[in-house]
């Protein structure tokens, strides 16, 4: 059985940080890449993803609003990918999903991906 599981959300101050954990099982995690999507209060999960890796081809990628403050890496020995967020601002709050792509080179699209985990709350108080 396929599973992703995110950790580490939780309450934080403006300019504060958190690391976010997706452990994934049922899958080899070599042949996939990682992502991680956002979904504000009241909103769509957003179809562009904040990162993404692709830890075999050592291949990551950032959005705008992003990039500078979060940092994203993975230890396939624990099959587990991080999300560090320095910087947090309020327009970060949200529920912060991990996926994962069979085949992806690290992108951001939120389409092709193929299993997603059950979330974790991020919330940035200003």
């Known amino acids: 059985e396929v599973q992703l599981v995110e950790s580490g959300g939780g309450l934080v101050q403006a300019g504060g940080s958190l690391r976010l954990s997706c452990a994934a099982s049922?899958?080899?995690?070599?042949?996939?890449?990682i992502g991680w999507f956002r979904q504000a209060p009241g909103k769509e999960r957003e179809w562009e993803g904040v990162s993404s890796i692709r830890s075999t081809y050592s291949t990551t990628a950032y959005s705008d609003s992003v990039k500078g403050r979060f940092t994203i890496s993975s230890d396939s020995a624990k099959n587990t990918v991080y999300l560090q967020m320095n910087n947090l601002k309020p327009e970060d709050t949200a529920v912060y999903y991990c996926?994962?792509?069979?085949?992806?080179?690290?992108?951001?699209?939120?389409?092709?991906?193929?299993?997603w985990g059950q979330g974790t709350q991020v919330t940035v108080s200003s």
């Open positions: 996926a994962a792509e069979f085949g992806g080179i690290g992108q951001l699209f939120s389409g092709f991906y193929d299993y």
């Open positions: 049922g899958f080899r995690f070599d042949d996939y890449a």
